[in-house]
């Protein structure tokens, strides 16, 4: 089923347009990520304990700031789960080992009639943290120079060229925009970047398979034209693909809950900035380095 009849957009024309649109994304967020002195780690990537608790009876959060301040946790990040007597609590970077029973054994004292129940309890120690910050960055760029073989041996290198770039471009992004909104850099915002990556690519592949079916088709039109041609003949793929992709993300972050929100908001920015570059600078791209050529 073709949700978008035959169209002839011409992307093409716009290219200079989707440029100034992505520096303006690009720039806004690496000034984010300067002003807060880089990605906002959790304790994946800093060390330190976190911890989901679950009190019987109605407490504030002033009142658990102020139980840990006593044994110089003043520092803990302390957040309410909703409108539920659930609170996450994390402190980042701490070296001490045992820190969370340190948690559980003063929130005990101090409210000895409040029964709590530890759901979630998880400590990293700060080596661990700085190895997995670099394995992190290792894994995508990994992936990113695979798939730069790939494409470059399937396609064309300039193609491959353009992909790449295009990955770089939403990586970025995604993580600008998260930065923006001061969500947290954890494990599962690497996996989430990750498959925005392979969504990315899958798009630029599907696009490219047809711009090389086209350039046999239409043999002696300007390469402009055929890469044009191209676009419009997968653009209902790609917008099915996207909206489709987009609905099931939005459903998660409504009805998903806390613990896999952010895993969700970050495919979310990803699909929708990898499905623009796709159609605006992919192929744009390639098309800028041949008209240089020419």
């Known amino acids: 089923m073709r949700l978008i009849k035959e169209t002839h957009v011409p992307f093409l024309r716009y290219r200079r347009k989707a440029y100034v649109f992505s520096i303006i994304l690009i720039v806004a967020g690496v000034a984010s990520l300067v ?5 906002n780690y959790g304790i994946d990537f800093t060390g330190g304990a976190l911890m989901q ?3 019987d009876k109605p407490i504030t959060t002033e009142d658990i700031r102020g139980a840990l301040a006593k044994v110089g946790l003043e520092r803990a990040v302390i957040q309410r789960l909703g409108g539920t007597d659930d609170f996450v609590i994390q402190m980042k970077g701490s070296e001490e080992e045992g820190i969370a029973n340190l948690v559980v054994a003063t929130l005990q004292e101090n409210f000895p009639d409040n029964t709590l129940r530890v759901d979630r309890q998880e400590e990293v120690g700060p080596k661990i943290g700085k190895e997995l910050q670099r394995r992190a960055l290792l894994v995508v760029l990994a992936g990113m120079l695979v798939i730069l073989g790939y494409i470059a041996f399937r396609f064309d290198f300039r193609f491959a060229v353009g992909s790449v770039v295009a990955l770089v471009h939403d990586v970025v992004i995604t993580v600008g925009i998260l930065s923006m909104l001061n969500r947290e850099m954890t494990i599962a915002i690497i996996a989430a970047l990750l498959t925005v990556v392979g969504y990315s690519v ?9 711009i090389r079916e086209n350039r046999k088709l239409m043999r002696g039109e300007p390469f402009d034209k055929i890469v044009n041609t191209g ?3 997968t653009l209902s793929r790609t917008v099915m693909t996207g909206l489709t992709t987009i609905l099931v993300l939005l459903s998660i972050l409504i009805f998903g809950g806390e613990v896999i929100f952010d895993f969700a908001l970050t495919l979310l920015i990803g699909v ?20 240089r050529k020419q």
């Open 35 to 39: 002003l807060r002195g880089g990605p």
């Open 53 to 55: 608790l679950h009190f």
């Open 202 to 210: 899958n798009d630029s592949i599907i696009i490219s398979d047809r």
């Open 231 to 233: 676009l419009n003949d």
């Open 272 to 291: 929708i900035v990898g499905t623009y570059s796709s159609i605006f600078i992919v192929a744009a791209l390639v098309v800028e380095w041949v008209s």
